[in-house]
């Protein structure tokens, strides 16, 4: 018997043919869209942990304005859990290239903690050599046995040094993200590089014989997978342990501080620790960020395709299920029971859904997740990040589907095989007197017999027609949203520059080397204009929350950014003047830090110290950092700092200018625009895959949903070829039906699309990130057109069957 049914399993997949492997395919893309993405977030952690701990990441760090000393540090060893603990230098530092000079963070060399991964050369060892990140190489074409100049103010001993080495740094693992490698006093206050020299390329005298950082490893959290939640809660509590103890150490510096200058305690300040966890060390958390990115858009792309794949599979199941009424009634004449029956069905289904899981599974690995970190690994630099198969979610994925199917079993069969027999052999009873809700309306009455025959063949089969919506809408849907994602990062830029600023250059000067006065009289003389601002990269956060980066722009004027910004409130549109009591915030850094109208905001001051501030309003922004405005006297009387105007906002034509400035003191950028331009060129690959998948699913859906169509109207068709319909009138009888449908999925796709574009666009937009959300006609039509062409293509391959009715036996169709 057991042999019969396995023959009668396997008779049963061959006849469902396309149908039976279209499901499966259907649930596998929808498997391999969660599985994969959540792989390639899992593979990215799993690296990351890897290679903090073989590079030995520092656990934690602190800081003090009065510096930390070699007492500090004995200190330090005797804490709990500390089982190695170095002092080390870090200060900005401007890279002199010839045509600008860059703000860099210079750091010392540690002995065993934040070990540098050498990717060409070895690491420096004398005072006059230098290690550079391998970002910095790339950028500005740098590399090993090139000499650099780094100018500074007396904290290094020298200013030339010599490339010895390319390195990453765990501390340090974002490549993408702008204002990632700390803050600085210069210019814009925004590294944009590190590098690394040994401990005597800094002059110890400069620092008093201090330390700017300790860097501490400690034995607390080890055995921990560093993204875990446990990791997370355990660190939180050491911090809180070891606060006291800092706060005990910064009591006694100050109290020798303020000893040695024999009671003028005025000349100091009483300055905390800072103790930062992996939060606020480096840019450590971009790792998460990316990954978050990538799991959001695991469950958005997932629920689209579940929503595809269910319906489908449901109408798939249960029409092949249904047209085999008269074998059921045959089977329970012949003897076999309800139970063996359905048993037989369910079988059918698990088989397809086995299909389905060991299918996705493969797509996962094979294709999503190369995709996803061919996406974001560039984004990172933590070596090479092997492929990853993540188990939880892989039999979640396969116990959903495996749910999905045995429901639909379960709501076809149930009921049909406890039917007669005798009910069953009679097949499909024909539904009379039952007329549609539309049928007396005035318009449809007025509609010819062709039109009005095939509008009710479309409503009449509720499965077919949910099934075909469905499936173009989910395909349709899909397309929307890359193509969405594309042209609102690629759109962004242009987007802020159109409607929020009206600037052409910025011209960026260090005021403490030299005249700002004499570049605004240069300008001047030039006829360009120009308004002239602080723009300064400073520590920002929601009240108690993580500390972000933002650019702090201050004016004298209420008016100063008139003609140059326009501070555009998010909800009313209005445009504000720079407040002189209050801040004003961009949309992403309030959506970040928790900021709302009237909420509190936190600054950190270039000693450490926390400052407060109140939110007068949101403000669009389109440029990926955060923004904070404010009036200059209100800026000094938070911060306890004057403002530095030392950038220039440029209007018109800078021909010539370059050449006169880069040789004034101070001179430190002067740069277009087209540094926040972005393509979007990433997600070419995405659309692409995206594209055949999204053309596999609809030759799939539709040529299984026309093929039975045609069959179960087979003799119906073949009765209009007799009675004098043309072959090319026939096929639009049953093309028509389809257009509509396959409008109706066009239209819904587009509505589905957009909705979830702006979710998706949510979920990636990393850090201070902003991209356009708003719905863009362009993708639905590029959409629209794709999914159009593979449709007409995929009609006209099924429509063929209709060339081989036969007309002289109309009975055997």
Same mark, same amino acid.
């Given at each position: 018997?057991?042999?019969?049914?396995?023959?009668?399993?396997?008779?049963?997949?061959?006849?469902?043919?396309?149908?039976?492997?279209?499901?499966?395919?259907?649930?596998?893309?929808?498997?391999?869209?969660?599985?994969?993405?959540?792989?390639?977030?899992?593979?990215?952690?799993?690296?990351?942990?890897?290679?903090?701990?073989?590079?030995?990441?520092?656990?934690?760090?602190?800081?003090?304005?009065?510096?930390?000393?070699?007492?500090?540090?004995?200190?330090?060893?005797?804490?709990?859990?500390?089982?190695?603990?170095?002092?080390?230098?870090?200060?900005?530092?401007?890279?002199?290239?010839?045509?600008?000079?860059?703000?860099?963070?210079?750091?010392?060399?540690?002995?065993? @903690? $934040?070990? #540098? +991964?050498?990717?060409?050369? /070895? !690491?420096?060892? &004398?005072? %006059?050599?230098?290690?550079?990140?391998?970002?910095?190489?790339?950028?500005?074409?740098?590399?090993?046995?090139?000499?650099?100049?780094?100018?500074?103010?007396?904290?290094?001993?020298?200013?030339?040094?010599?490339?010895?080495?390319? @390195? $990453?740094? #765990? +501390?340090?693992?974002?490549? /993408? !993200?702008?204002? &990632?490698? %700390?803050?600085?006093?210069?210019?814009?206050?925004?590294?944009?590089?590190?590098?690394?020299?040994?401990?005597?390329?800094?002059?110890?005298?400069?620092?008093?014989?201090?330390?700017?950082?300790?860097?501490?490893?400690?034995?607390?959290?080890?055995?921990?997978?560093?993204?875990?939640?446990?990791?997370?809660?355990?660190?939180?509590?050491?911090?809180?342990?070891?606060?006291?103890?800092?706060?005990?150490?910064?009591?006694?510096?100050?109290?020798?501080?303020?000893?040695?200058?024999?009671?003028?305690?005025?000349?100091?300040?009483?300055?905390?620790?800072?103790?930062?966890?992996?939060?606020?060390?480096?840019?450590?958390?971009?790792?998460?960020?990316?990954?978050?990115?990538?799991?959001?858009?695991?469950?958005?792309?997932?629920?689209?395709?579940?929503?595809?794949?269910?319906?489908?599979?449901?109408?798939?199941?249960?029409?092949?299920?249904?047209?085999?009424?008269?074998?059921?009634?045959?089977?329970?004449?012949?003897?076999?029971?309800?139970?063996?029956?359905?048993?037989?069905?369910?079988?059918?289904?698990?088989?397809?859904?086995?299909?389905?899981?060991?299918?996705?599974?493969?797509?996962?690995?094979?294709?999503?997740?190369?995709?996803?970190?061919?996406?974001?690994?560039?984004?990172?630099?933590?070596?090479?990040?092997?492929?990853?198969?993540?188990?939880?979610?892989?039999?979640?994925?396969?116990?959903?589907?495996?749910?999905?199917?045995?429901?639909?079993?379960?709501?076809?069969?149930?009921?049909?095989?406890?039917?007669?027999?005798?009910?069953?052999?009679?097949?499909?009873?024909?539904?009379?007197?039952?007329?549609?809700?539309?049928?007396?309306?005035?318009?449809?009455?007025?509609?010819?017999?062709?039109?009005?025959?095939?509008?009710?063949?479309?409503?009449?089969?509720?499965?077919?027609?949910?099934?075909?919506?469905?499936?173009?809408?989910?395909?349709?849907?899909?397309?929307?949203?890359?193509?969405?994602?594309?042209?609102?990062?690629?759109?962004?830029?242009?987007?802020?520059?159109?409607?929020?600023?009206?600037?052409?250059?910025?011209?960026?000067?260090?005021?403490?080397?030299?005249?700002?006065?004499?570049?605004?009289?240069?300008?001047?003389?030039?006829?360009?204009?120009?308004?002239?601002?602080?723009?300064?990269?400073?520590?920002?956060?929601?009240?108690?929350?993580?500390?972000?980066?933002?650019?702090?722009?201050?004016?004298?004027?209420?008016?100063?950014?008139?003609?140059?910004?326009?501070?555009?409130?998010?909800?009313?549109?209005?445009?504000?003047?720079?407040?002189?009591?209050?801040?004003?915030?961009?949309?992403?850094?309030?959506?970040?830090?928790?900021?709302?109208?009237?909420?509190?905001?936190?600054?950190?001051?270039?000693?450490?110290?926390?400052?407060?501030?109140?939110?007068?309003?949101?403000?669009?922004?389109?440029?990926?950092?955060?923004?904070?405005?404010?009036?200059?006297?209100?800026?000094?009387?938070?911060?306890?700092?004057?403002?530095?105007?030392?950038?220039?906002?440029?209007?018109?034509?800078?021909?010539?200018?370059?050449?006169?400035?880069?040789?004034?003191?101070?001179?430190?950028?002067?740069?277009?625009?087209?540094?926040?331009?972005?393509?979007?060129?990433?997600?070419?690959?995405?659309?692409?895959?995206?594209?055949?998948?999204?053309?596999?699913?609809?030759?799939?859906?539709?040529?299984?949903?026309?093929?039975?169509?045609?069959?179960?109207?087979?003799?119906?068709?073949?009765?209009?070829?007799?009675?004098?319909?043309?072959?090319?009138?026939?096929?639009?009888?049953?093309?028509?039906?389809?257009?509509?449908?396959?409008?109706?999925?066009?239209?819904?796709?587009?509505?589905?699309?957009?909705?979830?574009?702006?979710?998706?666009?949510?979920?990636?937009?990393?850090?201070?990130?902003?991209?356009?959300?708003?719905?863009?006609?362009?993708?639905?039509?590029?959409?629209?057109?794709?999914?159009?062409?593979?449709?007409?293509?995929?009609?006209?391959?099924?429509?063929?069957?209709?060339?081989?009715?036969?007309?002289?036996?109309?009975?055997?169709?």
């Amino acid at each position: 018997m057991r042999k019969a049914e396995g023959k009668h399993l396997l008779r049963s997949i061959r006849k469902g043919g396309i149908s039976y492997l279209a499901v499966a395919v259907i649930a596998a893309v929808s498997i391999a869209i969660f599985h994969g993405f959540q792989s390639s977030g899992n593979a990215i952690l799993q690296q990351s942990d890897r290679y903090f701990k073989e590079n030995n990441l520092e656990t934690l760090e602190i800081a003090c304005a009065n510096g930390i000393t070699q007492a500090d540090l004995d200190a330090i060893a005797g804490w709990e859990g500390v089982t190695a603990v170095e002092g080390g230098y870090t200060d900005s530092v401007l890279l002199n290239t010839g045509q600008e000079r860059i703000l860099v963070q210079a750091r010392s060399l540690l002995d065993t @903690i $934040n070990q #540098p +991964v050498v990717i060409e050369g /070895s !690491l420096p060892t &004398a005072a %006059g050599e230098v290690a550079i990140e391998e970002n910095m190489a790339r950028k500005e074409g740098i590399g090993v046995g090139d000499t650099i100049t780094l100018e500074q103010d007396g904290c290094l001993t020298g200013d030339t040094f010599q490339v010895t080495a390319i @390195i $990453n740094m #765990p +501390v340090f693992c974002a490549v /993408s !993200l702008l204002d &990632a490698r %700390g803050t600085g006093t210069v210019g814009l206050g925004s590294n944009e590089y590190y590098v690394c020299l040994p401990e005597d390329a800094f002059d110890r005298d400069y620092y008093s014989d201090c330390y700017t950082t300790a860097y501490i490893d400690s034995d607390v959290l080890d055995g921990m997978y560093y993204f875990s939640n446990a990791y997370k809660e355990g660190e939180a509590a050491y911090l809180d342990r070891l606060e006291p103890l800092a706060q005990e150490r910064a009591q006694l510096r100050y109290e020798e501080l303020s000893a040695s200058v024999q009671g003028e305690a005025e000349a100091f300040q009483m300055e905390d620790w800072v103790l930062s966890g992996r939060e606020n060390v480096g840019d450590v958390r971009s790792v998460a960020i990316i990954v978050d990115t990538i799991y959001g858009l695991s469950y958005v792309m997932a629920l689209l395709f579940l929503l595809v794949a269910v319906v489908i599979c449901f109408a798939a199941i249960t029409r092949v299920i249904r047209e085999q009424r008269v074998l059921i009634g045959a089977q329970k004449a012949l003897g076999f029971t309800p139970g063996e029956i359905f048993k037989h069905y369910t079988l059918y289904n698990l088989s397809c859904a086995v299909l389905g899981i060991l299918l996705g599974w493969f797509l996962a690995i094979t294709v999503v997740e190369n995709l996803a970190l061919n996406i974001f690994a560039p984004k990172l630099c933590i070596g090479t990040i092997p492929l990853a198969f993540t188990w939880s979610t892989a039999l979640i994925s396969g116990v959903v589907c495996l749910a999905v199917f045995l429901i639909a079993t379960f709501a076809t069969c149930a009921k049909l095989v406890k039917e007669p027999a005798i009910d069953l052999l009679r097949g499909n009873a024909p539904t009379r007197g039952k007329r549609l809700f539309f049928e007396k309306w005035g318009g449809y009455q007025k509609l010819n017999l062709h039109s009005r025959t095939m509008i009710k063949n479309v409503l009449s089969n509720k499965g077919r027609m949910a099934a075909t919506v469905v499936g173009v809408m989910g395909c349709t849907a899909l397309l929307v949203v890359c193509f969405s994602i594309k042209l609102g990062i690629q759109n962004a830029a242009q987007t802020h520059f159109d409607h929020y600023a009206s600037y052409d250059y910025r011209l960026v000067v260090d005021s403490q080397t030299g005249s700002v006065q004499d570049f605004a009289d240069l300008l001047d003389r030039e006829g360009i204009s120009y308004t002239l601002i602080q723009d300064k990269l400073k520590n920002v956060r929601g009240e108690g929350g993580a500390w972000e980066t933002a650019h702090v722009v201050t004016s004298d004027d209420p008016k100063g950014l008139e003609g140059f910004f326009k501070l555009s409130d998010i909800s009313s549109d209005r445009e504000f003047l720079i407040p002189q009591g209050s801040v004003l915030v961009s949309r992403r850094a309030a959506e970040t830090m928790g900021l709302s109208v009237g909420s509190t905001m936190e600054l950190m001051d270039d000693k450490g110290r926390v400052r407060k501030a109140m939110v007068y309003g949101i403000i669009e922004h389109y440029l990926p950092y955060n923004l904070v405005v404010t009036g200059s006297r209100y800026y000094e009387q938070v911060m306890g700092e004057s403002p530095d105007p030392c950038v220039f906002l440029l209007q018109g034509d800078v021909t010539g200018l370059a050449q006169q400035v880069q040789g004034m003191d101070g001179y430190l950028s002067l740069r277009d625009n087209s540094e926040y331009t972005r393509s979007g060129r990433e997600l070419d690959l995405v659309i692409a895959i995206c594209t055949i998948l999204s053309a596999v699913m609809l030759v799939l859906v539709l040529l299984n949903q026309i093929t039975m169509y045609i069959s179960r109207k087979a003799r119906e068709l073949a009765v209009m070829r007799v009675n004098g319909y043309t072959l090319s009138q026939t096929k639009a009888y049953v093309c028509k039906d389809n257009v509509m449908l396959i409008i109706l999925g066009l239209v819904a796709g587009c509505f589905l699309g957009v909705a979830m574009a702006y979710i998706d666009m949510r979920i990636i937009e990393a850090g201070a990130e902003h991209y356009v959300r708003t719905p863009n006609l362009i993708a639905c039509l590029l959409a629209c057109a794709i999914m159009a062409v593979f449709a007409v293509v995929v009609n006209i391959v099924a429509l063929r069957k209709i060339d081989h009715l036969s007309l002289t036996n109309v009975s055997s169709n």
